[in-house]
C-alpha cells in the first residue's frame, strides 16, 4: 500500500479548489436553471389549464352542433314543406294558365278592337260627366217606378185612344166640309183658319218649355215626391182620366 506524500496532498488540494471553483461557477447557472425551470413550469401549468378546457369547450361546440344540427333539420323540413306547397301553387298556376289562355285568345280581338273606344272615353270622361252618370244610376229606380206607374198605363192606353181620335178628326173634316159648303159661313171658315194658321205660326217661335226638374223627385226627409202633386196630377196618370 503506497503512503501519499506531499505531492498527493497538494494534488488533492488543487483538484478540491478546481472542483470547488467549478462547483462555484455552476451556482449561477444553476440558479439560472431554477428560475428556467420555474418558469417551464409556470407554462407548463398554464398548459395544462388550457388543455383541461379544451374537453370543456369541446363539449360545448359539440353541444352548438347538436343545436345547429338541430337548426338546420327544421330547416330542412320547412324546406321539404314549402317545396310541396310550391309544388302545388305552380300546378295550380299551370291550370289557371291552361283555362286563361283560351279566354285571352277568345277576347284579345274584342279588347283590341275596343281598346281605341276605351282610350277615347278614358281621355274625353270628365269627373262631372261620371258624376252624371251616377246620379243617374241612382235615379233608375226612381225612373223605372214612374215608367211602371205613370207613363206604361198611358202608352197601354194609346191602342184604345188612338180609333177615337180616327173618328173625331173623321167628323171634324166633315164638320169642315159642311160649314165650307153652307153659304155665308166660308168667309167665317177662312178666318178661323187664318187665325189658326197665326197660332200655329206664333207658337212655332216659341221657344220650347224647359224640362222639369227631376231633382224633386227624390225623397226629401223621408217624404217622397209624389206625396206633393195634386189631384189633377194624379188623375192625368190615371189611364181612365187620360181615355
Known amino acids: ?48 389549464g388550457q388543455i383541461e378546457a379544451i374537453p370543456v369547450r369541446v363539449n360545448a361546440t359539440i353541444d352548438r352542433v347538436h343545436e345547429i344540427q338541430a337548426g338546420v333539420d327544421d330547416v330542412r323540413r320547412n324546406a321539404a314543406v314549402l317545396v310541396g ?36 272615353l278614358a281621355a274625353t270622361t270628365s269627373p262631372q260627366e261620371i258624376d252624371a252618370v251616377v246620379s243617374l244610376i241612382d235615379m233608375l229606380p226612381t225612373i223605372v217606378g214612374k215608367l211602371d206607374r205613370d207613363i206604361l198605363p198611358v202608352l197601354d192606353t194609346l191602342a184604345t185612344v188612338a180609333p177615337d181620335l180616327r173618328d173625331l178628326l173623321d167628323v171634324s173634316k166633315e164638320l169642315n166640309e159642311l160649314i165650307g159648303a153652307v153659304p155665308g159661313l166660308g168667309r167665317v171658315k177662312k178666318r178661323i183658319e187664318e ?42 196618370a190615371d189611364p181612365s182620366a187620360v181615355r
Request: hydrophobic letters at 45%.
Open 195 to 236: 187665325r189658326q194658321q197665326d197660332q200655329d205660326d206664333y207658337r212655332a217661335d216659341e221657344e220650347p218649355p224647359a224640362a222639369p226638374d227631376r231633382g224633386s223627385d227624390h225623397p226629401v226627409d223621408g217624404v217622397p215626391a209624389d206625396a206633393d202633386a195634386t189631384p189633377t196630377e194624379v188623375g192625368a
Open 85 to 120: 306547397r310550391t309544388a302545388d301553387v305552380v300546378e295550380d298556376a299551370a291550370a289557371l294558365t291552361a283555362r286563361v289562355q283560351p279566354i285571352l285568345a277568345a277576347y284579345e280581338p274584342v279588347l283590341q278592337t275596343l281598346q281605341p273606344v276605351v282610350a277615347r
Open 1 to 48: 500500500m503506497r503512503i501519499p506524500g506531499p505531492g498527493d496532498v497538494l494534488r488533492v488540494a488543487a483538484q478540491s479548489f478546481e472542483a470547488a471553483q467549478v462547483a462555484i461557477g455552476l451556482v449561477p447557472r444553476l440558479v439560472t436553471m431554477v428560475a428556467d425551470v420555474e418558469a417551464l413550469i409556470r407554462r407548463v401549468q398554464v398548459l395544462v
